[in-house]
Nanobody
Framework: QVQLVESGGGLVQPGGSLRLSCAAS????????MGWYRQSPGKERELVAGITWGGNTNYVDSVKGRFAISRDSTSDTVYLQMNSLKPEDTAVYYCNADYSYWGQGTLVTVSE
């Protein structure tokens, strides 16, 4: 059973930064791809950033230049560095592996 545990969410002012972490229960290189999704009330869950086994990354247009996905094989953790946060980034952020496994989510609130 794969477990993904997110952390790092919280309340931040517009323009601020947060770093989300996703700790996997097995080697992150056992997955073909991992990613961060988000869902806000009344909206569908969307892919924010993804990283493949080979290290290729992709981002939704609205976060390009502000967010960065990375990984650490020594701790089997995937990160999402979020800079220049905007109120519209407010959502529950979920970690995903191979489009099959999900974490419990971590809430990010961007507000004054």
């Amino acid at each position: 059973q794969v477990q993904l545990v997110e952390s790092g969410g919280g309340l931040v002012q517009p323009g601020g930064s947060l770093r989300l972490s996703c700790a996997a229960s097995r080697s992150i290189f056992s997955f073909n791809a991992m990613g961060w999704y988000r869902q806000s009330p009344g909206k569908e869950r969307e892919l924010v950033a993804g990283i493949t086994w080979g290290g290729n990354t992709n981002y939704v247009d609205s976060v390009k230049g502000r967010f960065a996905i990375s990984r650490d094989s020594t701790s089997d953790t995937v990160y999402l560095q979020m800079n220049s946060l905007k109120p519209e980034d407010t959502a529950v952020y979920y970690c995903n592996a191979d489009y099959s496994y999900w974490g419990q989510g971590t809430l990010v609130t961007v507000s004054e």
